[in-house]
């Protein structure tokens, strides 16, 4: 108890949470895009519960890892030798957790666009639905390649294992707020899905390239993140005046 207090009145230790804190949120935004995704094909009535129940059972997942920090740490030694690089549990990982990534988003786009889909009787077109459980099943997939990533990061930030307790929790309650909204969002713009997918793929194949030895600065990804989310929102204002112009005046 002694030590937790000193450690509340250490600068230092504030400093660390603040940037760990903005740290795990700005890494959440990957899987925040995933888990739009995902439960926005549920049953609308299904939706809200899947986002809760999947973000609280990953934020379990996460502090069960960091209870077990040294194993987590252990991942980065190599197990085996493969073209003269040594891989580790944690390369392997990452490598299948952006495959799977990848294949997710070419798959949700491939439903969006193929004009092979079979339509219902009202001219729908019909997408495979996950269950519920699998939609939650997908989400502490990717969400457990995320923490593996993001703790072994925040490791080399701070050695103080109660400020990542906080910061996790800190970052998933900022989730759990932005959830619904994004996914309402998400869903109310079918061109800001396929944006959005495109960044799973390009995030899928950070992953892939950083399991393979070939490190991407997280800020190259989100910038042009940001840039490509900026021309979009131009897009939709463009798309917004035009529908005015079109519409009729009022009488």
């Known amino acids: 108890m002694e030590s937790l207090l000193a450690l509340s009145r250490d600068p230092a230790a504030w400093a660390a949470l603040a940037t760990l804190v903005a740290m795990e949120i700005v890494l959440g935004i990957d899987n925040l895009i995933f888990i739009s995704i995902l439960t926005n094909k549920l049953p609308e009535a299904m939706r809200e519960r899947a986002r809760r129940v999947g973000i609280s059972l990953a934020l379990i997942m996460r502090l069960g890892l960091l209870a077990t920090i040294a194993w987590i740490v252990a991942l980065t030694e190599?197990?085996?030798?493969?073209?003269?690089?040594?891989?580790?549990?944690?390369?392997?990982?990452?490598?299948?957790?952006?495959?799977?990534?990848?294949?997710?988003?070419?798959?949700?786009?491939?439903?969006?666009?193929?004009?092979?889909?079979?339509?219902?009787?009202?001219?729908?077109?019909?997408?495979?639905?996950?269950?519920?459980?699998?939609?939650?099943?997908?989400?502490?997939?990717?969400?457990?390649?995320?923490?593996?990533?993001?703790?072994i990061t925040a490791v080399g930030m701070t050695e103080h294992v109660p400020i990542m307790f906080v910061a996790v929790i800190a970052a998933v309650a900022v989730m759990l707020f932005a959830a619904t909204p994004l996914a309402n969002f998400i869903n109310a713009n079918p061109t800001i899905v396929m944006l959005a997918l495109a960044?799973?793929?390009?995030?899928?194949?950070?992953?892939?390239?950083?399991?393979?030895?070939?490190?991407?600065?997280?800020?190259?990804?989100?910038?042009?993140?940001?840039?490509?989310?900026?021309?979009?929102?131009?897009?939709?204002?463009?798309?917004?005046?035009?529908?005015?112009?079109?519409?009729?005046?009022?009488?």
């Open 78 to 151: 190599p197990v085996f030798t493969l073209l003269g690089r040594g891989a580790s549990w944690r390369d392997i990982i990452l490598i299948a957790g952006g495959a799977f990534l990848v294949w997710k988003a070419t798959r949700e786009i491939h439903q969006h666009v193929s004009p092979d889909a079979e339509h219902g009787e009202a001219g729908v077109v019909a997408r495979a639905v996950p269950g519920f459980a699998a939609a939650i099943g997908q989400i502490l997939v990717l969400d457990l390649v995320f923490s593996i990533d993001s703790i």
């Open 199 to 251: 960044f799973l793929i390009m995030i899928g194949m950070t992953l892939i390239a950083d399991g393979l030895g070939h490190h991407v600065p997280k800020g190259y990804v989100y910038t042009a993140m940001a840039f490509s989310s900026g021309v979009e929102a131009l897009n939709m204002l463009a798309r917004r005046r035009r529908r005015r112009r079109a519409e009729p005046p009022a009488a």
